[in-house]
């Protein structure tokens, strides 16, 4: 089973360029979310996913968008990237919300410069 | 708000030798804890949780962690650790089954020395 799987792996970005992050899981899962992983500060949630068809901002949203594009795929989007963006971005999953625990991609490393 | 303490940034330890990380929480209702262990360039995996029942824990690799409501804690013990537990462990807890308030500590460094 491959699990989470999240695309890019590594990312470099000038200011004010857009991107999006990919994460799909396989596991039939209805809850996603993305993290930033930043020293220090543990986890934080942008966003999440509790069901298909629904999206809801986390602790630090600002800067980002999401799409459940369906029940296997969550996408986040930086439309003008900042330096203050540069982080470790994770994918979650989990079968229906936290008390489940998640099970995470392996990252995407994002610099912006 | 839910908050977690993780006393410890940084635990070096020498292989063979037992360990316990620190955690500690915040929360006005019932909780649900978790731990998490990430190794190098890795995404985080579960370790173990707590939902309800016995308070001592059982997890993967060795690992457990007991619930000790009265000091709003959640501590991870083993008892002989391995070079291969050399990874950041992360607590975690969260008052609903939805997921918006499942929060992190801020992580602690396991080094397991030879």
């Known amino acids: 089973n491959a699990g989470v799987t999240q695309t890019p792996k590594f990312q470099v970005l000038k200011t004010g360029q857009s991107m999006t992050l990919q994460c799909a899981q396989d596991m039939n899962h209805n809850s996603m979310y993305w993290y930033r992983q930043d020293p220090g500060m543990g986890l934080r949630l942008i966003y999440y996913?509790?069901?298909?068809?629904?999206?809801d901002k986390g602790e630090v949203p600002n800067g980002y968008n999401v799409s459940r594009l369906n029940k296997r795929e969550f996408s986040l989007r930086l439309e003008s990237a900042a330096p203050s963006q540069t982080s470790v971005y994770f994918c979650?999953?989990?079968?229906?919300?936290?008390?489940?625990?998640?099970?995470f991609g392996s990252g995407t490393r994002l610099t912006v410069v | 708000a839910q908050s977690v303490t993780q006393l410890d940034s940084q635990v070096p330890v020498f292989e063979e030798a037992p360990v316990e990380l620190r955690c500690n929480y915040s929360?006005?209702?019932?909780?649900?804890l978790f731990w998490y262990v990430q190794y190098p360039n890795q995404g985080l995996q579960l370790l173990l949780k707590y939902l309800s029942g016995s308070t001592l824990v059982k997890g993967i690799n060795g690992f457990e962690a007991e619930f000790n409501k009265s000091q709003t804690s959640f501590h991870l013990r083993k008892p002989s650790v391995h070079i291969s537990d050399t990874a950041e462990y992360f607590c975690a807890v969260t008052d609903d089954n939805y997921g918006q308030n499942f929060v992190f500590g801020p992580g602690t460094r396991l080094s397991v020395l030879p």
């Open positions: 996913s509790a069901s298909e068809g629904t999206t």
């Open positions: 979650a999953s989990s079968a229906w919300g936290g008390s489940d625990g998640y099970t």
């Open positions: 929360s006005s209702v019932s909780v649900y």
